[in-house]
Nanobody
Framework: VQLVESGGGMVQPGGSLRLSCVVS????????MSWVRQAPGKGPEWVSS????????YYAESVKGRFTISRDNAKNTLYLQMNNLKPEDTALYYC???????????????WGQGTQVTVSS
């Protein structure tokens, strides 16, 4: 199982980034997927989940209205569009092979290697 995140970087508050996660070695279209983030010195935080066909999406209150999760099953790729970024969004962002918030935060073996997002002026 391989999950490879990309798209992170440094942006100013109010800026946008789009994260991508390309997966291989498992049937992507059969799995609900999630994004998890971990800020320095803090535990993992569930951010968002999406069902297998993208018809249902779920968000943490802290990102609702600013982040959008999506997927392209033909490309085996998961996305996270992040708008109106805030300094508190600074973290390492991971995609995860499961859609259950309580599970993905305790299963780092379900994550990729992560991509760093830094929001600072």
């Amino acid at each position: 199982v391989q999950l490879v995140e990309s798209g992170g970087g440094m942006v100013q508050p109010g800026g946008s980034l789009r994260l991508s996660c390309v997966v291989s070695d498992f049937r992507f279209s059969r799995y609900d997927m999630s994004w998890v983030r971990q800020a320095p010195g803090k535990g993992p935080e569930w951010v968002s989940s999406i069902d297998t066909d993208g018809g249902r999406t779920y968000y943490a209150e802290s990102v609702k209205g600013r982040f959008t999760i999506s997927r392209d099953n033909a490309k085996n790729t998961l996305y996270l569009q992040m708008n109106n970024l805030k300094p508190e969004d600074t973290a390492l962002y991971y995609c995860a092979r499961d859609g259950r918030p309580s599970l993905v935060v305790v299963r780092p073996d379900y994550w990729g290697q992560g991509t760093q997002v830094t929001v600072s002026s």
